[in-house]
């Protein structure tokens, strides 16, 4: 599979790896703990708890893919386009928006 080269192209691609909605809320909890861990640190001055951040980013994407999509998380190759596109799609989720993105990123075809 040849490199993906642009962020759009990337974000479709992103998107149909999280076709699955128990996955993308797995992301959702991680990404909505990792923002809880973030502003705590930053409120109690424990910067410590920045290491949770990763920790529980990353341990519920990966019980999503590993286990749930069966696929290799594109974090791996591409990792601040994963990171961008977890907190991108955190956002179009809590706008309602997500379903809609999802469904343009079916009608994309990779040529990878």
């Given at each position: 599979?040849?490199?993906?080269?642009?962020?759009?192209?990337?974000?479709f691609?992103?998107?149909?790896e999280?076709?699955?909605?128990?996955n993308r809320?797995?992301?959702f909890i991680?990404?909505?703990?990792v923002?809880?861990?973030a502003i705590?640190?930053l409120v109690?001055?424990?910067?410590l708890l920045?290491?949770?951040?990763?920790?529980a980013g990353?341990?519920?994407?990966?019980?999503?893919?590993?286990r749930?999509e069966?696929?290799?998380?594109a974090t791996f190759k591409?990792?601040?386009w994963?990171?961008f596109s977890d907190f991108?799609?955190?956002?179009y989720?809590?706008?309602g928006?997500?379903?809609?993105?999802?469904?343009k990123?079916?009608a994309?075809?990779?040529?990878?």
């Amino acid at each position: 599979m040849s490199r993906i080269k642009t962020y759009s192209e990337f974000w479709f691609f992103y998107l149909q790896e999280h076709s699955n909605s128990t996955n993308r809320k797995l992301h959702f909890i991680g990404t909505t703990l990792v923002i809880f861990f973030a502003i705590l640190a930053l409120v109690t001055a424990n910067y410590l708890l920045f290491w949770f951040c990763p920790i529980a980013g990353y341990a519920f994407a990966w019980v999503g893919h590993f286990r749930i999509e069966h696929n290799r998380p594109a974090t791996f190759k591409y990792p601040i386009w994963s990171l961008f596109s977890d907190f991108k799609m955190y956002f179009y989720f809590l706008s309602g928006k997500l379903d809609q993105e999802i469904e343009k990123s079916k009608a994309y075809k990779f040529n990878h």
